[in-house]
């Protein structure tokens, strides 16, 4: 009996998913322990943390390449990255790995981030209570874990706006940091400071000249306001940034804790829409569409 093509493949199991990533980090950390103890020079980096970064790494690749990584081929499950171009494979493996790679780096970056490990451990309670056992990056991602032996449903929407949206901060917000760093002599701030300073600016003047940012430009995503009260409905759009600019002027690295809190709003809420988006009555869309 033929399945019917407007069924999609069944999300896969929590327990399977659970083992093959506990399974896929634990070898390459026992392998990092071992070639430690085999070093006749003494190790002076966190051998975890680079260990951790290899195992994002090696899921990025191969969730690019093959649609699954070593672990996930043997448990017969794979990742689909549904109607995207091929190009947009590696940037959403990246965001879907997120919490694989961003806690071990900044541990490594700065000894002050240590309870960014609990990130994992929020990452697998979304998976939980997320729709269809996808987890919050697999949500930033617009990413399915799927069985594919599994009985078939009816497919959920495609999201292509969520992945666009984040991959365009991303690259602003690389931008900004750029730019900051010409500020030193001028701001006494910490580069991250100094970024979002810029990324203020940046998205200040765009939007209310209708533009769109570097990044947005380049994931061919664009800001559309209600009409009437523009200058308002920008500044109500970019609020999030004053209280992430104090936050980054207390410490001297950056903790995510606002970014994250919009990122987590346009997840959730229908139509991928931040809580500032309902508030100045905007919506990212894609040019073009």
Do not use: C
């Amino acid at each position: 009996m033929s399945t019917p093509d407007h069924l999609a493949p069944a999300p896969a199991g929590l327990l399977t998913r659970a083992a093959v990533t506990f399974g896929e980090v634990v070898t390459v950390i026992l392998a990092a322990l071992a070639l430690q103890a085999l070093s006749r020079e003494p190790v002076t980096i966190d051998v975890f943390s680079v260990a951790m970064l290899v195992a994002a790494a090696m899921r990025i690749v191969t969730e690019t390449g093959w649609g699954a990584s070593p672990g996930k081929w043997l448990a017969g499950i794979r990742v689909k990255f549904p109607g995207e171009v091929r190009w947009m494979r590696l940037p959403q493996a990246v965001l879907r790995n997120t919490w694989l790679w961003l806690a071990p780096l900044a541990v490594l970056l700065s000894t002050q981030e240590e309870d960014l490990w609990a990130m994992a451990a929020a990452v697998g309670v979304s998976i939980i209570l997320g729709p269809d056992r996808r987890s919050v990056t697999d949500l930033l991602a617009g990413a399915y874990v799927i069985d594919p032996v599994a009985p078939r449903r009816v497919p959920d929407p495609v999201d292509h706006i969520s992945p666009r949206r984040a991959l365009a901060w991303a690259v602003d917000m690389g931008l900004a940091v750029l730019l900051g760093l010409a500020l030193g002599a001028v701001l006494d701030w910490s580069w991250w400071a100094r970024g979002l300073a810029v990324l203020a600016v940046v998205r200040l003047v765009t939007e209310l000249i209708d533009a769109p940012t570097p990044g947005k430009a380049l994931l061919g995503l664009r800001v559309t306001h209600s009409p009437g009260l523009r200058p308002l409905r920008v500044l109500g759009r970019n609020l999030w940034l004053a209280p992430a600019l104090l936050i980054a002027l207390a410490v001297d690295h950056p903790v995510l804790l606002v970014e994250g809190f919009i990122a987590l709003t346009f997840l959730y809420i229908p139509a991928q829409r931040s809580i500032t988006d309902l508030l100045a009555r905007a919506e990212i869309t894609r040019t073009g569409r």
